[in-house]
């Protein structure tokens, strides 16, 4: 992808290009990666503590236990958000604090949040799934494929 | 911060560390109660012999019998076959009663309780059966 | 009069006769608190948006730099001014407690100097006596605007650039005392074809270049005629790669004289990655903590050279490059202050 | 045990999305649309499953589970109704999540404001 674009650049914007990817402050991956992995580790673990929680606790199996655990996990994230913690520890963590389900109660939660100013309807409806409408819509048609997929091959396995 | 990582992780290793080594015997709860259990017992020993199961309880009622194993951490990938292999097997040595096997947390949990109390004769048959119904929802999730 | 092809020589001696300068709680935490007019402790300046926090800063500014001059708001002709969120909104509806003609300018953020330069063309020709420029800009209203809600927990990269809480606005007049604005180069549109809207140092640092260049041939100057070169928000990664390209082009400006705006406002323990940004940083800092080095005799001529990126969040999604502009007008001190 | 290793599982899942980001530099939104895609199929596969029961919340907090959960839901409607049961089962088991998400996301907007 990044060849395509660096062919349609004039020699002066390439000779520009090479000299400021120099000067760029490289992103620290590893430091980041170490990072991402204990928060996001620390956060899975504490979903599984949750997980363990209603299992013991409360009428629900591995498999039902799935979704008051989500849920929980959902509730604590939008409170961070809410406290102005969840975007310092999305500074600190990256991915590990934005791939887990805490992460996507994070956008939808501060979009909401940050565009109240522009009243209920349009701003806090109609904002909310600004970050996470993405996720939702990928992760919808990928389903629908691989569900028709799979269900297709399964009927034609069974005749 | 990094410090608290660390103790975290020790802690994560330690603690797992406990748990694999309390592979407990099963307990055996004989004939002499509410319920016959004796095939029950068996099949607990029947599961047992599989080299992936750690631990297991089984209680049997009426027709059926209940089997909850704990499966081996890295065994954990290959839950379904496992599943199927120890129904195999005690279906075999009981081709006519309605075997159950989970290895769910919950369903072990529930058995468990059920089983103590049932060993201790502190359970009259109708409360069986209003449990029973339960845990076979658990087995179905 | 115009020399070359782009620069302005004011020969009757447009002045800066009095300031504003407001800034947020991050900036009063900053290296130069004590250069700030107000500094609030509120974010929000008690607004219930940060859109309006924004013009009511913007408010402030101005009044403050019309107090300062000793003026009433009725001598005030002209306004320019303008920011960086949807249709400079904040900037206009601030000029509607103002009776003066106004002209809303956008330049990113080389807005700031935009203004200045305009604000000295019109005083020099004689076409208005008291003029104001300033601009503004929020760090939430632009992270919102450009980025992602506050509260988004995503990671900057360290190339990224902190947007400045800060108004600042300046009144220049053909009579009184102040700094002197002498000459004004315009930038041109400069596209070195960058895409990353978390590293606008690298993006804008060319056209900062280009002008400077322009302005020392075109004035036939040397650099070590300035005692500095402000850049208004190039941050570390911009003003290496600047100082980069003056070797390239055999410019001597020398590290020391080449201060960023942006570098200059902020602690270097604050995490602001690498640097501020926004058009109110330029503003403030030179309206405020330049002056006053000015003033205080330590600065004898200065080129203060703001450099704006012209983007919008939808060219960026739409997989535009950003093309950068930059400002410079030259400020040298008066007579008796 | 599954502590353990719902720890290293999530981390290791969170280490790919970092690497999305910082390696692939792609935006948020778009390392959180390719792991939701990458859940999907791995579903269609019958790999996301077994590391469910192998990691528990390690494979069922990160995004990857979401789109894990909506072939799922999809899959067992198409089992009672047919292909029409594709459509409808979609949001299913993943309903939870996403109504808890507006419904909490919502309250929060009606109490806090940005804090900056």
Redesign the interface.
Known sequence: MSDQKKKKLTPVQQEYHSLAKKREIQRPVIKNCVKAFFVGGFICFIGQFVQTFYIHFFDFNERTAGNPTVATMIFIAILLTGFGVYDRIGQFAGAGSAVPVTGFANSIASAAIEHRSEGYVLGVGGNMFKLAGSVIVFGTVAAFVVAIIKTILGQWGGL | MKKLFFLCFIFLLTGCNFAAKSDDQPLYMGSNKVIDQTKADEAKQIILSMEEVIAVKAVEFEEDIFVAAQVKQFDRFFLDQIRKKAHEKIKKRYPETQVHVSTDKKVFLELEKLEEEIYHNKIKKAEIKKKWKKIEDFMKG | MRVGHRTWLFHNKPKIIGTGTICGPFEGEGKIPNDFDTIHAD??LGQ????KAQKVMFEEACIKAIEKAGLTKEAIEFILAGDLINQITPTSFACRTLSAPYIGLFGACSTSMEGLALASLIVNGGYGNNVLAGTASH??ATE?QFR????????????SQWTVTAAGAAIVSKDGEGPIVTSATLGRVI?????DPF?MG?AM??AAVDTIEAHLKECKLDPSYYDYIFTGDLG??GR??AL??FK?HHIPVNREQFQDCGLLIYKEDQ?VF?GGSGAGCSASVTYGHLLNRMRQGEIKRMLVVATGALLSPLSFQQNESIPCIAHAVSIEAGGVY | MIFFWAFIIGGIICVIGQVLMDVVKLTPAHTMSTLVVSGAILDGLGLYEPLIDFAGAGATIPITSFGNALVHGALAEAERHGLVGVITGIFEVTSAGISAAIIFGFLAALVFKPKG
């Not at chain 3, 809600?149 to 900057?156: A, F, I, L, R, W």
């Not at chain 3, 596209?191 to 895409?195: C, L, N, Q």
């Open positions: 974010l929000w219930d948006s940060y859109e760090n939430t919102k992602y809600p506050t509260e988004y927990g995503s990671q900057k990269p360290p190339t596209d070195m074809g960058m895409t590293n690298g640092a060319p570390t990664i290496e790669i980069d390209l390239k995490p690498a």
